[in-house]
Each structure stands twice: as C-alpha cells, then as structure tokens.
C-alpha cells in the first residue's frame, strides 16, 4: 500500500502526558498538511510543510503543539500537556504540487483522560 | 475567516434513489475537492476539480465547478447502501495556494 500511513491509529493518554503522532505520506508526495477533526465537524487546518520546511501554522496550533519534518519526508506532531480539549481525530494528508488533490491518512484517534 | 457551507446538512434516500449535495462559499475557490468519510477513518478522495464550469465523473458520482468559483455540486445516481457515510467538500482559497477549507460535511443514509 503506497497511501498516507499514521501511528499509532489510537492513542488514550492522561490529562498532562505528552504524545507524538507519525505521518508518512506518498512517497513522492513533498506537500504535507495536518488537520484536527472533531466529532460532527469537517478537518481543520493546523499546519503546512513543503519538504522540510514549515510554511503555515494555524492559530489553532497553540505552544504546546510542534510539528516536524526533519528530512522532508514523515512527520511528526508532538502535543505536550495534554488537556482534555485535545481529544480529537488527528488526520495527516499529502499532495504532489501545493494546488494537488490532497489525500488523507487513516487518522491518529486521539482520547484524553 | 473564510467558510464553506455545505447543504444538505443529512439526508435520508432509498436505495436506487439519486442524490445531491452542494457547497458554497462567499469567496473563490481555485480548486474543490469532494471527499467521503466512514466513521473511524479518514476522508477518501473522491473527486478533484481544477477549472471553473469543470465537470468530472467518478463512476456514479458526477461533480461540477461552479462557473462562479464560489460553489460546487456533487451527484450520487443510483444509490446503493454502501453510500453511507459523511460527504465533504472542500475548497483551496486563491490566497494561499496549499491551504484548504472544508465544509461540516453532508451525512447521507440509504435505506434499503
């Protein structure tokens, strides 16, 4: 299978604990965005890399949210201190070009506790 | 900020039935996108459209660009019950050339 892949699928913390979430996009794919979804709501923008660099963070993305992509090729999303409000659907998509069709991954369902 | 506004919001259609859905927005868009989306799992990519007045097929599922730039419509023919699911539209603003927009999604049921 050559689609976006995420890990871990799920992932049930405790209020405070840190967590990291991993994309890999299509292989030749350098645009890769992460979004949050909520139950009954469309994705949500968070963040935008072209390659390795970070180009777009949205407000959303508060200081205790930081997304990578050391070598232009997975990412990472790490969420540090985790409250219950971050309990969402974490969705990873890449494109080809920046006005590509976007595909997304399978989701990193995130529950805070 | 910008929104999109997708309607119906859920709807309910025998199977066999032809369905439709459609986004709008109050500014353009330079691409739009139509996805469908099973509980638990992420959206899958349904139809992509570049070109205003575009329309594509995907099977039973036809979509079409507004000649405005500010819309977008999605058909289902013949429905079957594995339809189900929630539709998303969503749209990539001329602004900003990687970010994209989404709808709240229209929940389509079949019954049998």
């Known amino acids: 299978d050559t689609g976006v892949s995420q890990d871990p699928r799920h992932k049930i913390t405790k209020r405070g604990q840190n967590v990291t979430f991993r994309c890999d996009p299509i292989?030749?794919?350098?645009?890769l965005y992460w979004y949050r979804q909520t139950l009954g709501q469309g994705p949500e923008f968070l963040t935008y890399?072209?390659?390795?660099?970070?180009?777009?963070k949205s407000r959303l993305l508060s200081d205790r949210f930081s997304a990578e992509r050391p070598k232009g090729s997975f990412s990472t999303l790490e969420i540090q201190r985790t409250e219950q409000g971050d309990s969402a659907m974490y969705l990873c998509?890449?494109?080809?070009?920046?006005?590509?069709?976007?595909?997304f991954g399978p989701g990193t369902r995130l529950t805070v506790t | 900020g910008q929104q999109l506004n997708q309607s119906p919001q859920s709807m309910f259609i025998q199977e066999g039935e032809d369905v439709s859905m459609n986004c709008t927005s109050s500014?353009?868009?330079?691409?739009w996108l139509w996805y469908k989306q099973d509980p638990g799992e992420g959206p899958v990519l349904l139809i992509a459209l570049y070109k205003a007045g575009e329309l594509t097929s995907n099977g039973r599922l036809t979509a079409q660009f507004g000649i405005t730039r500010k819309d977008s419509f999605l058909n289902i023919s013949a429905s079957i019950p594995s339809d189900v699911g929630i539709y998303f539209c969503a749209g990539q603003p001329p602004q900003r050339t990687y970010k994209y927009i989404f709808g709240t999604g229209t929940r389509l049921k079949v019954l049998a």
């Open positions: 998509a890449s494109t080809l070009g920046a006005g590509g069709a976007q595909y």
């Open positions: 500014s353009i868009f330079n691409t």
């Open positions: 890399f072209q390659n390795e660099a970070q180009l777009e």
């Open positions: 292989s030749e794919h350098n645009h």
